[in-house]
Structures are given as structure tokens and as C-alpha cells.
């Protein structure tokens, strides 16, 4: 995805939501992402994501994240979201929130 997202946040209560999502996706962690335009995903969370800066089309600076989900059971089955796509989260096993 680059340094180029489709959405950018400033707003600090945005930021914020960025950031408490980001503590309910731990590495390794099991999930079922509830997406916002109501479709879910589930996987197995590859490393955990980082808010960054990216720019939008029109060039502004702000804030954003994508998370990467894997398959085990599927080779080379991947997915790739942005954090604000990401409604609600399910954990599917036993990973504390917010653990490595």
C-alpha cells in the first residue's frame, strides 16, 4: 500500500481509535475483522500494526495503519486492510489484547 492511503486521520479522537484497535490485534493473534461496509475477514494476524503517516490522493499528511491477516491452512492466502476499514474485532483464541 505505500505511502499512499485512500483515507488519512488528524482528529486525535480518530488517532485514538486507531491506536485502541491496534492494542486488539496482537501478533500471531487469531481474529475476525467486522469491516465497516459490513463484510468480515478472518485470519491470523502477521505482525502487529503501527499507526504511520501516509498521504491521501489530495497530498494531505496524516495518519493511518494496515494490518496483514495470513491463513495457515490456506498457502499464500493473504490480506491486507487498513485500520479504518475495521469496525470491530474478534478474537478467536486465547491471546491476551494488547500482548506480543
Not at 27 to 42: E, F, I, N, Q
Not at 43 to 48: F, N, P, R
Request: aromatic fraction near 4%; include cysteine.
Amino acid at each position: 500500500m505505500g505511502r499512499l492511503a485512500s483515507k488519512v486521520y488528524t482528529d486525535q479522537g480518530d488517532i485514538q481509535r486507531l491506536r485502541a484497535l491496534i492494542s486488539q490485534l496482537p501478533a500471531k493473534g487469531h481474529v475476525v475483522l467486522m469491516l465497516r461496509d459490513g463484510s468480515a475477514c478472518d485470519g491470523v494476524v502477521e505482525t502487529q500494526p503501527a499507526v504511520q503517516v501516509f498521504r491521501d490522493a489530495q497530498q494531505r499528511e496524516g495518519i493511518n495503519g494496515e494490518v496483514t491477516l495470513r491463513r495457515p491452512d490456506v498457502p499464500g492466502w493473504e490480506r491486507r486492510l487498513w485500520l479504518d476499514q475495521i469496525a470491530h474485532v474478534e478474537h478467536l483464541d486465547s491471546f491476551l489484547v494488547g500482548e506480543d
